[in-house]
């Protein structure tokens, strides 16, 4: 079947329209109506339309940026798309990578969307040139979305991630699937044969490659400009980002990057090896009952996300990843681009998340730092329950986000020419009262991890979708407007500037990063004395 078909045929069309019930439900454009004469855009396979969301912003949605990877494709990179021969109609998002699904009671629940094998779609959200003063040749910066989600959940079409409030601003802001879990990761003896390339695995880091490529080619049709692309993303995105800029394969692909909470570079990192990648893939494909990589890909999709992997994450495969990041970047040989990077003020997703008690603090501190437990605790000391709690949270981003962020911006200082800035997130969510989630105690997480995202992107809607868990204030809005101002000028020029009436000082060897609360402050690198010797007591145990 031919794309054109595939984008038209009956059974698809009503396959899309249930895609659009779903999918539509969860954006906060929900109101937004598609119409044969939506803005156009040419692009290198054909004519796409899409929908203007208001009189400032049109977007593209659920455009393929690559062949399906389904039957044969599964498992090799992304696949050349054919051109088709109708105008594709970019009014709804595409289906998300096979994965598990959140419980409705989750933080971040924004809602069920379709889910597919064939996944690999991008959505686009620009400035309209059709108003009054706009200037139709001007070409806009770029920002790139990679999402996050443990390489095993996420997609480009959440509400959490929707570019209207981004491209009001001023940026053709773009989001992209990616394949997840072990279709998305897995290496195989089998799939390193058959590969030219002698590797396997980091499927997904192929898809960003490929969505990264696609934006390079088409991007201008959409009024950005190919030479001011900014990669943006979070947690698993932003860690994604990082084997990015040291990848041989997408060298050239993107001019300034924005990370979230994430990074490949701490020392301790884990980016496994190909053989042993390979090891753990034959281990799964073995818990699967499948002989050989032909009956691999006879299996469902859905069996093959159903089942425990152990695999999702990029590795060291010789061809992507031709080291490990930390070692590419000490050489030198990273993508030297303008950094923003950051982490919110209690991001913890260590064992020390579990701390409840002033007895649970002092047994996890005893089970992660042996004899230099006292140590430890003099450090970060606790009284009390509640202050057990706070001294846990800091403890627990101390061990993991801080130094994993402030790696990065020591190692970009160190072997790089390219400015860095620095930020913490410290703007308390103001929960409904009473609200519960089954995957949070909002009483005892602080500012989270992923806290920033709603602010950077401006996308408040998006936790009252489906019932009121926050109730969003003045200062809220300001700080948002502040955040996403400031990132619409780092991808304008590499420098957030002194915009939103934010002074933010450039990263160097006096630490100084800015506070990201109402009203905001700069400071130093929160705790860099307990943070070096946590480091220099987990290098000696």
């Not at 009284?383 to 990065?408: E, K, V, Y």
Request: hydrophobic share 45%; proline share 7%; net charge neutral.
């Amino acid at each position: 079947m031919k794309l054109s078909d595939f984008a038209t045929s009956p059974a698809i069309c009503m396959w899309r329209m249930v895609a659009l019930a779903l999918a539509l439900a969860c954006l906060p454009c929900a109101s937004a109506k598609a119409h044969d004469d939506g803005p156009a855009a040419i692009i290198d396979t054909g004519t796409v339309t899409g929908i203007a969301l208001s009189p400032a912003v049109d977007a593209w949605l659920g455009i393929p940026f690559a062949a399906p990877p389904v039957r044969d494709a599964r498992w090799r990179p992304p696949q050349k798309l054919q051109r088709w021969t109708r105008t594709y109609r970019a009014d709804r998002i595409g289906p998300e990578c096979f994965q598990p699904m959140r419980e409705h009671a989750y933080n971040h629940y924004f809602g069920d969307e379709p889910m597919s094998e064939d996944c690999l779609y991008l959505n686009v959200w620009a400035p309209a040139t059709r108003t009054a003063g706009a200037d139709p040749i001007a070409k806009k910066p770029v920002i790139v979305w990679i999402y996050g989600g443990s390489f095993v959940v996420g997609s480009g079409g959440k509400a959490l991630y929707d570019g209207q409030a981004l491209a009001a601003k001023g940026a053709v802001v773009v989001t992209v699937n990616y394949r997840l879990g072990a279709l998305g990761f897995l290496a195989h003896p089998e799939l390193s044969a058959e590969s030219p390339q002698h590797a396997s695995g980091n499927y997904g880091l192929l898809d960003q490659i490929a969505a990264l490529q696609w934006v390079r080619r088409n991007i201008a049709a959409f009024g950005g400009d190919p030479k001011r692309v900014t990669l943006m993303g979070q947690s698993a995105g932003a860690i994604a980002i990082s084997d990015l800029q040291v990848s041989p394969l997408a060298r050239g692909l993107f001019d300034r990057i924005v990370a979230l909470s994430g990074s490949a570079l701490a020392p301790a990192f884990d980016t496994p090896s190909l053989a042993d990648a390979e090891k753990t893939g034959m281990a799964f494909a073995a818990s699967l009952g499948t002989p050989s990589l032909a009956a691999l890909r006879r299996m469902p999709a859905d069996a093959i996300s159903r089942a425990a992997f152990a695999g999702a994450r990029p590795i060291v495969d010789g061809w992507v990843l031709p080291d490990r990041p930390a070692n590419l970047y000490a050489a030198g040989r990273q993508l030297d681009v303008p950094l923003m990077l950051g982490f919110t003020r209690d991001e913890n997703l260590t064992a020390f998340a579990a701390v409840r008690t002033l007895g649970d603090y002092r047994a996890e501190t005893k089970r992660q730092f042996g004899a230099n437990a006292a140590k430890v605790e003099a450090l970060y000391p606790a009284t009390d329950d509640a202050g057990a709690r706070r001294a846990a949270n800091m403890l627990g981003r101390d061990i993991s986000f801080s130094p994993m962020m402030r790696t990065w911006a020591k190692m970009q200082g160190e072997h790089g020419r390219a400015p860095t800035w620095a930020y913490m997130f410290a703007q308390p969510h103001p929960y409904v009262p009473d609200i519960r989630f089954t995957d949070m105690d909002t009483a005892a997480a602080g500012i989270y991890h992923t806290a920033e995202v709603p602010y950077f992107l401006g996308n408040f809607d998006a936790f009252n979708l489906f019932r009121p868990t926050r109730q969003w204030t003045a200062d809220d809005r300001l700080l948002a407007d502040r955040m996403m101002t400031s990132l619409v000028a780092f991808a304008t020029s590499g420098d957030p500037g002194q915009s939103a009436g934010l002074i933010w000082p450039r990263y160097d060897a006096r630490e100084r990063l800015m506070i990201f609360a109402e009203p905001p402050a700069t400071a130093i690198w929160p705790n860099r004395t307990e943070v070096d010797a946590l480091a220099a007591m987990r290098a000696k145990m």
